[in-house]
C-alpha cells in the first residue's frame, strides 16, 4: 500500500527514528502504526544486542529539583560519542529522564528504568533500547540519585559533565549554589568529618602511621603523627571542612555561618562524567 508523508512524520514524532527507517517500517508494516513502532523497537533491540559491549563513557549528567526545592534528582545519560552526546534530541531526551525520576519519586537506576516513559504501556528501558536503535550507539542510565531537604540546590556545570545536589537546612538562596559549585570543583567525598566511612578513617590511619614510620620517625610518635594527617585529610576532603574556593581563608562552615547562623548542609550527591 501507499505509505503518506503525513504517516512518516506522525511514526517518526512517536518514535525519533529517522525519515526513511520510519518509511521502511511502515511498508512491512503495510501502514499499520503500531506494528510500524514495534518493528523499530525490535530494531533497537538487535542494535543494543550487538553494542552491549562497547564503551558508553560520553553522555549528559543533569541535575533538577521539584519546584518547592525541596527534592532533587540527579541522572546521567550515557552514549559512545561525544558528538550524540551534544546533539539537540539526546539532551532533551536525558531531561525526559530527569523529569520521569522527579514524578515518579525514583530512588535508583532500576527504579527509573521500570517507570512508564509515555503513559502508553512504554517502559523508560523499553525507550532506551528504541532510542539505541534510532542513534546506533549504545545508550544508558549510569546515574540516579535523589536528595530530599528544607532546600535543595541543583546545580550543572557548563557543557554538563558534572552536576552536583546539595541539601540544606533552610532556604540558601545565592550561598546554596556557591557550595553547589564547590562540590562540583572540589569533590569532596562526605559532608563532615562524622560522616567519613570508618573504613576509610582506618585507611587514612594505617597510610599515614605507615608514612611516618618510613620517614623515620620513631614507633611511638606514628599514631600521633597519622592522626596529624588525619586532621589535614579531613580539611581537604569534608566538604564543611574545605577551604571555600572563593575565600580560601575561611572553610565552607565559616562562610555558610556568616550567611545565616543555622544554614548548613545535611546531605550532597555529585555525578562525573569522568571522575
Known amino acids: 500500500m501507499a505509505i503518506t508523508a503525513s504517516q512518516v512524520n506522525e511514526l517518526r514524532k512517536k518514535t525519533g527514528a529517522g525519515m526513511m527507517d520510519c518509511k521502511n517500517a511502515l511498508v512491512e508494516a503495510d501502514g499499520d502504526m503500531e506494528t510500524a ?6 530494531k533497537g533491540q538487535k542494535v543494543a544486542a550487538k553494542r552491549g559491549e562497547r564503551d558508553a563513557s560520553e553522555g549528559l549528567v543533569i541535575a533538577k529539583t521539584t519546584e518547592d526545592g525541596t527534592k532533587g534528582v540527579l541522572i546521567c545519560l550515557n552514549c559512545e560519542t561525544d558528538f550524540v552526546a551534544k546533539n539537540e534530541d539526546f539532551g532533551a531526551f536525558a531531561e525526559k529522564l530527569a523529569d520521569i525520576a522527579i514524578a515518579s519519586n525514583s530512588v535508583s537506576i532500576d527504579d527509573l528504568k521500570s517507570q512508564s516513559f509515555d503513559g502508553n504501556g512504554l517502559s523508560v528501558s523499553d525507550k532506551i533500547t528504541e532510542q539505541t536503535g534510532v542513534i546506533g550507539e549504545k545508550l544508558d542510565i549510569s546515574a540516579c540519585q535523589v536528595i530530599e531537604a528544607a532546600n535543595v540546590v541543583a546545580y550543572n556545570h557548563p557543557g554538563n559533565q558534572i552536576g ?15 557550595v553547589a559549585m564547590q562540590v562540583a570543583a572540589m569533590a569532596p567525598i562526605s559532608v563532615d568529618e562524622s560522616s567519613v566511612p570508618e573504613s576509610v578513617v582506618a585507611k587514612e590511619l594505617e597510610i599515614g602511621k605507615e608514612l611516618a614510620i618510613q620517614e623515620g620517625k620513631p614507633a611511638e610518635l606514628a599514631e600521633k603523627i597519622a592522626e ?3 586532621k589535614k585529610f579531613y580539611k581537604e576532603a569534608t566538604l564543611l571542612n574545605q577551604a571555600f574556593v572563593r575565600d580560601n581563608k575561611k572553610s565552607v562552615k565559616q562562610f555558610l555561618q ?8 545535611t546531605d550532597f550527591k555529585r555525578v562525573s562524567l569522568s571522575i
Not at 164 to 178: I, M, N, P
Request: glycine share 10%; hydrophobic share 40%.
Open 228 to 230: 596529624g594527617r588525619l
Open 258 to 265: 556568616e550567611t545565616d547562623a543555622d544554614l548548613t548542609v
Open 37 to 42: 513502532i514495534d518493528l523499530l523497537r525490535k
Open 164 to 178: 552536583t545536589l546539595v541539601g540544606f537546612t533552610k532556604d540558601s538562596v545565592d550561598a546554596g549554589r556557591q
